[in-house]
C-alpha cells in the first residue's frame, strides 16, 4: 500500500488538475508540480508543493507520476521521447494518466512503461470541478490489480467511485461509456428547461421537483441551475467535451456500433464552439436552444 512518505508528481493543474493536487498535498503526500504555465500553480506552490523545470526533472524524482493534461497529443508529448516520463522514471514507480484518452494510447503507455519497469494505469474520472474540489471524483481505472491495489490510498483522497475496470485501456473505455452518456443527457437537460419556460413554469421549481425522480442526473442537479443562472464558468471546457465525444465515436465505430445521439451532441457542441464559446461550460449548451 502506498504511504505518505512517497512523493507525487503531478503535470497538468487545470480546472481539476488543480483541485486534486490540492487535495493530496492536504492529506500528508509531497508534491512536485509541472505544468506549461507555472503562474496557474501558484496556489499550490504557496502551499509547499515543489516546482520542477521539466517533465523529466519531475519524473526522475517522483515515486508516483499523475498527469491530467488536455488532448492525446498533450499525452503522448509528457509520456515519450527522451524528455518524456517514461525515459526518466524509476524502476518501481507508478505513472497513471487521468487525462480522458484514446484506450489504444493507454494501452501503448503501459506496454512502454511495462519495458521500463514501470508500472502503468489508465485512471480518467468524473465529477467536473465540484467532484475535484470536494475529493468525491469518479475514477475509472485500467490496469493491473496489484498496481491498482497498492494506489487504491491514493485514489481515495480524490474520488470516492473508485473501480478497478479490467486490464489497460478498460478506464478509458469506461469514461467513453461515462461521456456518451452526458452528451444525450446534457441535450435532454436543455430541452426540458427550454419547455418548462415556454409552458411558463418556474424552471428552478421545476428542476427541484424533477430532480430527485427518475429524471436525476448529475447534469439536471449540478448544471441545470448553472444554465438558469447564465453561469457558464468551466467545470468542465466545451473543447475538452468535444476532444472526449471525438474519441467516444470513433472508438464507437471502430467497435462497429452507432451512436447517433453521441453524433447530435458533438454536432451541437461543435457549433457553439465555432460561435465563440470553445472555452465555456458544458452547461452552456443551453445557448443553443434558447436561440435556436
Same mark, same amino acid.
Given at each position: 500500500?502506498?504511504?505518505?512518505?512517497?512523493?507525487?508528481?503531478?503535470? #497538468?493543474?487545470? =480546472?481539476?488538475?488543480?483541485?486534486?493536487?490540492?487535495?493530496?498535498?492536504?492529506? #500528508?503526500?509531497?508534491?512536485?508540480?509541472?505544468? &506549461?504555465?507555472?503562474?496557474?500553480?501558484?496556489?499550490? /506552490?504557496?502551499?509547499?508543493?515543489?516546482?520542477?523545470?521539466?517533465?523529466? +526533472?519531475?519524473?526522475? $524524482?517522483?515515486?508516483?507520476?499523475?498527469?491530467? =493534461?488536455?488532448?492525446?497529443?498533450?499525452?503522448?508529448?509528457?509520456?515519450?521521447?527522451?524528455?518524456?516520463? !517514461?525515459?526518466?522514471?524509476?524502476?518501481?514507480?507508478?505513472?497513471?494518466?487521468?487525462?480522458? $484518452?484514446?484506450?489504444? !494510447?493507454?494501452?501503448?503507455?503501459?506496454?512502454?512503461?511495462?519495458?521500463?519497469?514501470?508500472?502503468?494505469?489508465?485512471?480518467? =474520472?468524473?465529477?467536473?470541478?465540484?467532484?475535484?474540489?470536494?475529493?468525491?471524483?469518479?475514477?475509472? =481505472?485500467?490496469?493491473? +490489480?496489484?498496481?491498482?491495489?497498492?494506489?487504491?490510498?491514493?485514489?481515495?483522497?480524490?474520488?470516492?467511485?473508485?473501480?478497478?475496470?479490467?486490464?489497460?485501456?478498460?478506464?478509458?473505455?469506461?469514461?467513453?461509456?461515462?461521456?456518451?452518456?452526458?452528451?444525450?443527457?446534457?441535450?435532454?437537460?436543455?430541452?426540458?428547461?427550454?419547455?418548462?419556460?415556454?409552458?411558463?413554469?418556474?424552471?428552478? &421549481?421545476?428542476?427541484?421537483?424533477? $430532480?430527485?425522480?427518475?429524471?436525476? $442526473? /448529475?447534469?439536471?442537479?449540478?448544471?441545470?441551475? &448553472?444554465?438558469?443562472?447564465?453561469? @457558464?464558468?468551466?467545470? @468542465?471546457?466545451?473543447?475538452?467535451?468535444?476532444?472526449?465525444?471525438?474519441?467516444? !465515436? +470513433?472508438?464507437?465505430?471502430?467497435?462497429?456500433?452507432?451512436?447517433?445521439?453521441?453524433?447530435?451532441?458533438?454536432?451541437?457542441?461543435?457549433?457553439?464552439?465555432?460561435?465563440?464559446?470553445?472555452?465555456?461550460?458544458?452547461?452552456?449548451?443551453?445557448?443553443? @436552444? +434558447?436561440?435556436?
Amino acid at each position: 500500500m502506498l504511504t505518505k512518505d512517497k512523493t507525487i508528481g503531478f503535470i #497538468g493543474t487545470g =480546472v481539476m488538475g488543480k483541485s486534486m493536487a490540492k487535495n493530496l498535498y492536504q492529506s #500528508g503526500y509531497a508534491i512536485n508540480i509541472y505544468t &506549461r504555465t507555472k503562474e496557474k500553480a501558484n496556489e499550490l /506552490f504557496e502551499l509547499g508543493a515543489a516546482w520542477k523545470s521539466s517533465v523529466a +526533472e519531475l519524473a526522475s $524524482s517522483s515515486d508516483v507520476i499523475i498527469t491530467m =493534461v488536455g488532448y492525446p497529443s498533450d499525452v503522448e508529448e509528457v509520456y515519450f521521447g527522451e524528455n518524456g516520463i !517514461l525515459e526518466n522514471a524509476k524502476a518501481g514507480s507508478f505513472v497513471i494518466d487521468m487525462t480522458t $484518452s484514446k484506450p489504444s !494510447l493507454a494501452k501503448t503507455i503501459y506496454q512502454k512503461a511495462q519495458e521500463k519497469q514501470i508500472h502503468a494505469l489508465d485512471a480518467p =474520472v468524473s465529477g467536473g470541478d465540484i467532484g475535484a474540489k470536494s475529493g468525491k471524483l469518479s475514477i475509472m =481505472v485500467g490496469g493491473d +490489480e496489484g498496481a491498482f491495489s497498492e494506489l487504491l490510498p491514493l485514489f481515495e483522497v480524490i474520488g470516492e467511485n473508485i473501480m478497478l475496470q479490467g486490464e489497460a485501456g478498460a478506464g478509458q473505455y469506461t469514461k467513453m461509456v461515462n461521456q456518451i452518456t452526458i452528451a444525450t443527457t446534457m441535450i435532454g437537460v436543455c430541452e426540458a428547461i427550454v419547455y418548462a419556460k415556454k409552458a411558463g413554469l418556474n424552471p428552478e &421549481r421545476v428542476l427541484e421537483n424533477i $430532480s430527485s425522480g427518475a429524471a436525476g $442526473s /448529475f447534469s439536471l442537479s449540478k448544471l441545470g441551475p &448553472r444554465m438558469l443562472a447564465g453561469d @457558464f464558468a468551466p467545470g @468542465f471546457y466545451i473543447k475538452h467535451f468535444i476532444k472526449d465525444m471525438t474519441i467516444a !465515436l +470513433e472508438s464507437a465505430e471502430e467497435l462497429g456500433i452507432e451512436t447517433p445521439g453521441l453524433s447530435l451532441s458533438l454536432k451541437l457542441y461543435k457549433e457553439l464552439a465555432e460561435n465563440g464559446e470553445e472555452d465555456s461550460g458544458t452547461q452552456a449548451l443551453i445557448k443553443w @436552444f +434558447e436561440q435556436s
